[in-house]
Nanobody, 116 residues
Framework: QVQLVESGGGLVQAGGSLRRSCAASGGIFGGNTMGWYRQAPGKQREWVATITTGGSTQLLNSVTGRFTISRDNAKNTVYLQMNSLKPEDTAMYYC??????????WGQGTQVTVSS
């Protein structure tokens, strides 16, 4: 059974940094994609960043230059380094694992709050 366990997050002042991590376990296939999504109060969940096992990355325009996504394939862990945080980055952040383009697994989500 696939499980994703997230850590990191919390409260930070604007301009500060946080690092999120998400460890996947249980029946992980190679060639997968891991990523981050976020959902602010009253808004739909939005995609933030993804990274393949080969290291190809994509990031939402509004976080490019401030956020970095990386992964450790040996540990099936994905990281999101968030720098120069803004109040509009406040949201619940979720990691997601995609396998074989059809199987999706979500982490439990962790709140990130950026105060102005």
């Amino acid at each position: 059974q696939v499980q994703l366990v997230e850590s990191g997050g919390g409260l930070v002042q604007a301009g500060g940094s946080l690092r999120r991590s998400c460890a996947a376990s249980g029946g992980i296939f190679g060639g997968n994609t891991m990523g981050w999504y976020r959902q602010a109060p009253g808004k739909q969940r939005e995609w933030v960043a993804t990274i393949t096992t080969g290291g190809s990355t994509q990031l939402l325009n509004s976080v490019t230059g401030r956020f970095t996504i990386s992964r450790d394939n040996a540990k099936n862990t994905v990281y999101l380094q968030m720098n120069s945080l803004k109040p509009e980055d406040t949201a619940m952040y979720y990691c997601r694992l995609t396998m074989r383009s059809s199987y999706f697994y979500w982490g439990q989500g962790t709140q990130v709050t950026v105060s102005s």
